[in-house]
């Protein structure tokens, strides 16, 4: 009908109409009920009134039945309709549409409901003008719409007339999307009442159309505050070579005075349907441009240069002899003990000098600090076969001096090695302990060992404290924080993801509000700050965080029980906080505490969807349960009032930008105990150097080829690890060692970004995998050669950053020019990835592993030519586009063989904004037809067997074994293969009956994946830029519509018993609509 012309005809008809001498209402009724429902659907209907002049008709018919409710009603209906396109909206302000709807509004009375409940719709609807919330502001009219709502707030008991008070608030919330509405609500003192009064609400479903709408409007009249740290940026820089953007940071102006108006006007008032702009940006970054797609482009460096990588490809040259390593190169468990007469837990040597330490200049000025390299190395590590003999002793810095000894335990003066009970509080805090005390410290660190289980496999605290005695960090970092040093077991049982409480964000938000109402009920008392002096008050908790790969920036008591607290920004950056962990201990038993993280910088989590963060206890370690647990109740994710940064201190992208709140509730599980608590299962670089060690001295060399090697050495000094692992030729035969040498290469890589800490732990599965014993790991390393990187960003992961490197870069987006000085290890892995092309030997398989903030699920991106084409919507050339799909080969097998797996998140499409990263230059650049990302979630499942589930270091682990487990089957099924290999392959693997056996475990309703969507009734978007309070979409008129229709024409119908007003919400046609 619309689109045949039927609205043009319905508003001539009206004008029509209106032009005869004597109205027949009967027929003017039905019309103007027509037009109300054809003007919802037609989103020009507006402007064809404005051009046939049925806008004025229309105004003029309501102010002549003023004195007719029935007839002004249907009357308000078109208006609301008329006044959903803007600019009619505004044209109606200025012909005085305002000031009639005010003649029409009253306070609360049970008579003509309807009439009201169209005006106040009418008014929210011409409000959404910024012209019209302007005129309203400049009249007053935001003290008169605070009182009308209180009115019919305090008089409507029974909650039968919810509608119109929720029009109310559309109203204030329209007008407030302007900065003098803003202004004037809070001098009206709308804050406060609005507080009041919603409080009422918040415990009953069938009020949310009310404490949604007031949340939003609390959320964006909130005032606007500087974030209440030093500094800008990190308190730590690093001097990047050739470059003057480090320094000290900005400091924050003094100002600290709310800014009531922030925000440009009408940044709020966005009302985008934001899941089709996401879609629209994503097809509009696919890459369309074919030549581009298929071309490869030339070498970003000469060819020359490529030679010097053959030295961290022996394999291919040469045959090498079975031989143990050097003994220098091993640390014996008794080596290791005789360590630890001279040295402790806590010794850290320096590696940064003087320049690199903290500006805020809280330091120990008589500690020696030794130098860093003076030149980052450009040349990959020499020859894999003759091992360098060690510079130092095990546990010594590279430096001459060792700075004073500290301890990461602070003990009491005796040590009960006897009783095993940790409330005998020998270890109750993770700070230093006397630093002239060394022989004591190692009295307390020899105790500790010998209650050391050895029970958690591949880990030992002797192999820990000597790697990162290694270890170069940019802070202070003397201490070990204990999970590290003790160990983590897998936990044996799998924890659900959390269900949180109803309606349980409101109730967070208006504890938030509650902070600017009542002011005074707040302690704010910083009791930890890396950037000056903190209170030291014996009734609060304690919290520490520098340690390796620690973040936390301060803590400040708001109030008994309640912390705030603010992570660091990566080095030589001011963005980038989501990544934490850190120490708290003090605690007393029994006590619900609350942690409120207030400068997370992602839009959105998944804590909002059941993921918990996690917790290290160190009393449960020591009673024989070393656990990291998900841990917290009454999670919340949301935008809060704290900007980013101040006009001051402003860089482009950043400026006026609101930081998200993480809030959580949680219960020690013991008196004056010592917990750790981060962001996800912390995986630090020592922790992956000892592990590397303790993997390299447990192989059979006869029977499997390992060498550690460094591929270069990072900004901070720190050694980057390149593993090879292969099989040992069966024979010293020449037709043995041309098979060995003729393996094709897979590639791997993990941790480029620090915070994704659980790429590493699916590294960690995949690594012990494969220098196992199981038959189908021997049958992989007879099929491939792995070339394995497992941290490509140490320092990040060293000093706590949560994406970059030292040098400010996201290491993931430098792939297509590297440079060897500001980024050595993604310059030196492509330089790997070339030299391999151009020997012919580019990796079948090439995979960076990821963790995903956003999604559950494991699973991977590709990249594929027609697959980018045709969801961007182009037409394919298929004579000009020949491709291999055999990239989608692993995800399909994956999806089979991996519970945690799932193919329908995959994405094989090829972006403009990732055509610097690893996977797409590998694959555009290298040929590799098989290069992946693998996302790993950081929540849990929504699929299959573990649906339901968080996920743990146990399934992380398992993700990263049965990735091998895939590429053997991708072996069978797609890359050439001896017929010694199928035979044995067959004798190892059925696979069909494993791919049935995993069918079977996966329940058939749960193999679909659901949406991660909030549950229904609690599916607010607090950002004030939203719609989601679905004002918008007519449903509510149009079950107006429909129920006079059911009523009949026989006069106003409106008695006292209020009849007509919404009690609740229910959904019908998937549209929410008014009900009894």
Known sequence: MISKGGSEALLQALVNAAQTPSLDYTVLLSLLRLLAKVGQKDKTFGLKAQKLEAVDVMLNLAKKNLNHNQNLTHCLWVLRVYASCVTVGTM????????????????????????????????????????????????????????????????????????????????????????????????????????????????????????????????????????????????????IPGSTRSGPSKPRPEDKSPCYGCEEDGEESKELNHEDVEVKEEDDDLETDVKKLMSKPELDRSESELEQYRAICLELCCNIPVSKSEPEDELSFEEAARTLTHSCLGVIPHAAPAN?????????????????????????????????????????????????????????????????????????????????????????????????????????????????????????????????????????????????????????????????????????????????????????????????????????????????????????????????????????????????????????????????????????????????IRVGYDLCYYKNHYQCCTAAGATPGNSGKLCYTLTFTLVFPHKDDVCYLAYHYPYTYSAMMSHLDILEQTQNPKKIFFRKQTLCHTLGGNPCPLLTITAMPASESSDDWEKFRGRPYVVLMARVHPGESNASWVMKGTLEFLLSNDPIADLLRRCFIFKIIPMLNPDGVINGNQRCSLSGDDLNRQWLKPSAILQPTIYHSKGLLYYLRSLGRAPVVFCDYHGHSQKKNVFLYGCGVKETLWQAGCSVDTTMVIEDIGYRTLAKILDKVAPAFLMSSCSFLVEKSRKATARVVAWHEMGVLRSYTMECTFCGCSHGLYKGLQIGTGELEEMGAKFCLGLLVLQLKSLPCSAEVMVQAASLLDLEEEIADLRLQRTSPGSVETDDELPVGDDVDYNTDSCSDQEGDFSELDYALREHQFRGEGGDAEGETGKGQVRGLKTCDGLYISSW
């Open 92 to 239: 109606l302000g200025v012909n005085g549409a305002m000031e009639l709807l005010f003649k029409v509004i009253t306070p609360y009375t049970r008579r003509h409901t309807t009439t009201a409940r169209a005006a106040v719709e009418a008014m929210a609807a011409l409000l959404k003008s910024k012209p019209n919330s302007r005129r309203a502001v400049s009249r007053g009219y935001i003290r008169q719409l605070l009182w009308l709502y209180q009115d019919w707030h305090q008089h409507d008991t029974s909650n039968s007339y919810i509608c119109i008070r929720r029009g109310f608030l559309l109203c204030l919330k329209h007008i407030t999307n302007v900065r003098s509405g803003r202004e004037c609500f809070l001098l009206a003192n709308g804050m406060e009442m609005l507080f009041r009064t919603a409080q009422d609400c918040l415990t009953s479903k069938s009020l949310d159309p009310i404490t949604n709408t007031a949340t939003q409007i609390l959320r964006k009249t909130y005032p606007k505050m500087p974030l209440p740290s030093g500094t800008l940026s990190n308190p730590y820089s690093f001097p």
């Open 356 to 628: 690199h330490q903290p500006n805020n200049g809280q330091r120990d000025q008589s500690t020696n600090r030794p130098k860093p390299p003076q030149k980052v190395s450009q040349v990959p590590a020499q020859n894999c076969v003759n091992h360098a003999k060690p510079s130092q002793e095990p546990g010594k810095s590279a430096t001459d001096k060792l700075v004073p000894v500290v301890d990461s335990f602070q003990a009491q003066d005796k040590v009960n090695t006897t009783n095993l009970n940790p409330l005998d509080g020998h270890i109750c805090r993770g700070h230093c302990l006397n630093s002239h005390d060394p022989v004591g410290t190692s009295e307390v660190i020899k105790k500790l060992l010998e209650r050391h289980p050895g029970n958690i496999p591949f880990h030992n605290p002797r192999f820990y404290m000597s790697k990162a005695g290694h270890t170069r960090s940019i802070p202070d970092f003397r201490v070990l924080a204990f999970p590290d040093f003790w160990g983590h077991q897998t936990l044996p049982y799998s924890q659900s993801t959390h269900q949180r409480r109803y309606g349980i964000q409101k109730v967070k938000i208006f504890e938030d509000v509650r902070r600017v109402i009542q002011p005074d009920d707040t302690i704010d008392r910083v009791i930890f700050n890396l950037d000056g002096p903190s209170c030291d008050a014996p009734e609060c908790l304690k919290f520490f965080s520098k340690f390796e790969s620690g973040n936390l920036r301060k803590a400040i008591q708001i109030r008994e029980f309640e912390y705030d607290l603010i992570l660091n920004p990566d080095v030589n950056t001011s963005q980038h906080e989501q990544w934490f962990y850190f120490e708290v201990s003090a605690m007393k038993s029994a006590t619900p505490y609350r942690f409120n993280i207030i400068n997370c910088e992602k839009p959105n989590s998944q804590f909002n969807y059941g993921m918990q963060p996690v917790m290290y206890s160190v009393k449960e370690a020591l009673l024989g349960r070393p656990h990291w």
